[in-house]
């Protein structure tokens, strides 16, 4: 696969690895923003289509990349808090029973869970990383039995990349009756994932990272388990019949089908819908295992240099999200120097340097990432 780095907005010279942090501005999405805006200012009013319509299509793209058959099982959200805050109020949950998460999952992951424990006199179970090269997922797995309520966990850790066996987890889960809810944003749209292989409870994802979306916006799949549930919020677009613009003060108890009543308020965004929709339009063309494939190639350029520097890449990873646990020799606020004189954007994460490259990056831009680490060893 050619590199893509022409889709994108990037300033020259620049070496953007941190693709986890934030997608750089997506090209045709900016341009699908000037001309809803443009749109906006010729027309005054919203035609009642304009609402439903593009948000249907929105849905079925979304749909179609995790592979599930129902579009209305896909709610439209504005941030990862929201879609686990979501399955938070309506997981059954009782005194004794407790929910499982892993060591330093992020906050969106989190929190919502803590809550939900304290106020139901459950317990919040942390699975360490084990520090002995064992599996995570084994860890996990080892820490569900039947007072599990549910496991709440990324398809991959957020901070160093680490895969977990989801596959494992859904039939674990399914043995003591628990849930199971995904935090997909850090992989969804960058790595494969299949919707009826894994058969979650829920997999929420933010848009504005991997899925080439704009800020404040994301996706929620919603299985059986969250079918006749309450949502976080009662708005009139998630009633049946809000079609209807003459009846909506006749007041309707049913919701839109599905996940449909777990949409966020004001979710038809003239501006943020067809933005969303060319990022998940590029996905859907090239799929998230070409993005492996490209990345993958990126890595193996880079491998042998690294390598010198006594830096050994993990041997089961993703592709475009790998944590770097450097020498001590390499001195942090030196490496910093060191990157920002090339023009190199990496992330932090504790001891760690998350280097998260896309189709975007070419090879160059991985040897100036080891150049800067060699010129930062004391």
Known sequence: MECLAELFSLQPGEAYLNGASRSPQLKSAAEAA????????????????????????????FAQLIGASEADRIALIPAASYGIATVAKNLPLQRGQHIIVVQDQFPSNYYA??????????????VARPNDGSSWSDRVLEAIDENTAAVAIAQLHWSDGTLFDLAALR????????WLIIDATQSL???????????????????????????????????????????LEENWINREGSHDFSRLAHYQ????????????????????????????????????????????????????EL??????????R?????????????????????????????????????????????????????????AARS
């Open 34 to 61: 000037r001309a809803a805006l443009q749109w906006r200012e010729e027309n005054s009013s919203m035609p009642i289509e304009a609402f439903f319509e593009p948000v249907a299509r929105l849905r079925s793209s």
């Open 189 to 231: 749209g960058a790595y494969p994932f299949d919707v009826n292989r894994i058969r979650p409870d829920a997999v929420i994802a933010g848009a504005y990272k991997w899925l080439l979306g704009p800020y404040g916006c994301g996706y929620a799949f919603y299985g059986p388990r969250m079918d006749g549930g309450v949502p």
């Open 307 to 316: 390598a010198e520097l006594d830096i050994h890449l993990p041997t089961c």
């Open 253 to 304: 108890h049913a919701y839109r089908p599905l996940a449909a009543r777990y949409s966020v308020g004001e979710h038809s965004n003239f501006l943020c819908v067809p933005m969303q929709q060319a990022g998940l339009d590029l996905l859907n063309r090239y799929g998230p295992q070409a993005l492996q494939d490209y990345t993958a190639g990126l890595w193996v350029e880079v491998a042998p």
């Open 171 to 178: 039939e674990r889960t399914n043995d003591v009756g628990a």
């Open 113 to 126: 869970w803590q809550r939900r424990c304290a106020d139901a006199g459950a317990k919040l179970k942390t």
């Open 318 to 374: 993703a592709h475009h999200l790998v944590g770097i646990r450097l020498p001590s020799i390499v001195g942090m606020e030196r490496l910093t120097r060191e990157l920002d004189h090339r023009k190199v954007m990496v992330s932090f994460r504790g001891d760690l340097v998350r280097v998260s490259p896309s189709w975007y990056n070419r090879p160059d831009e991985l040897h100036r990432l080891a150049e800067a680490i060699a």
